[in-house]
T-cell receptor, first 112, second 109 residues
Framework: NAGVTQTPKFQVLKTGQSMTLQCAQD?????MSWYRQDPGMGLRLIHY???????DQGEVPNGYNVSRSTTEDFPLRLLSAAPSQTSVYFC???????????FGPGTRLTVT | EDKVVQSPLSLVVHEGDTVTLNCSYE??????LLWYKQEKKAPTFLFML????IEKKSGRLSSILDKKELFSILNITATQTGDSAIYLC?????????FGTGTRLQVFP
């Protein structure tokens, strides 16, 4: 099993550009989530999904969109990048009703 | 507002020392408390606690939860340089993990 994979590892965007961060898992986990990690602020939940076709907002959803068309994939879209979205982004997954989440390796995003 | 607070923010010790990391929480619909270790990349899971007073152990690491006083501690005995990392505490309530800001542990030879 590859576990949770994320692409790209690094990305630099200009303000106003859009892009999609990819996340995939091969563990057949129903639950998937996106976090951002900023210095001194811990991990903050952006969006999450409890199954294909179901998504919901976390603590910091503004500026981000998600969709979940399959169990395996949960992409995160930045609609119009802003410097405040410079961060490290982690995707995670777990079986439903299990709190132990498994994290991907992260994407470091810089918006100039 | 739900919150998870970790202390200390940072800790510097020498190899062989014992350390105690603290995590307190105020979270509605508490379901579990989790500890993660984060080195250079993704957080990796250490423990999940759901019941008060039952210690979980893995080698030199151990953790316990007090649901009455709303806190947990993570103990690391005989620290090694490989224990240097950020230790994250998170509380699970339905559908979410709420993270603290972490404790940065540095272990010097």
């Amino acid at each position: 099993n590859a576990g949770v994979t994320q692409t790209p590892k690094f990305q630099v965007l200009k303000t106003g550009q859009s892009m999609t961060l990819q996340c995939a898992q091969d563990m057949n986990h129903e639950y998937m989530s996106w976090y951002r990690q900023d210095p001194g602020m811990g991990l903050r939940l952006i969006h999450y999904s409890v199954g294909a076709g179901i998504t919901d907002q976390g603590e910091v959803p503004n500026g981000y969109n998600v969709s979940r068309s399959t169990t395996e994939d949960f992409p995160l879209r930045l609609l119009s990048a802003a410097p405040s979205q410079t961060s490290v982004y982690f995707c995670a997954s777990s079986p439903l009703r299990r709190d132990e989440q498994y994290f991907g390796p992260g994407t470091r995003l810089t918006v100039t | 507002e739900d919150k998870v607070v970790q202390s200390p923010l940072s800790l510097v010790v020498h190899e062989g020392d014992t350390v105690t990391l603290n995590c307190s929480y105020e979270v509605t619909n508490f379901r579990s408390l989790l500890w993660y270790k984060q080195e250079k990349k993704a957080p990796t899971f250490l423990f999940m606690l759901t019941s008060s007073g039952i210690e979980k152990k893995s080698g030199r690491l151990s953790s316990i939860l007090d649901k009455k006083e709303l806190f947990s501690i993570l103990n690391i005995t005989a620290t090694q340089t490989g224990d240097s990392a950020i230790y994250l505490c998170a509380v699970g309530n339905p559908d979410k993990l709420i993270f603290g800001t972490g404790t940065r542990l540095q272990v010097f030879p």
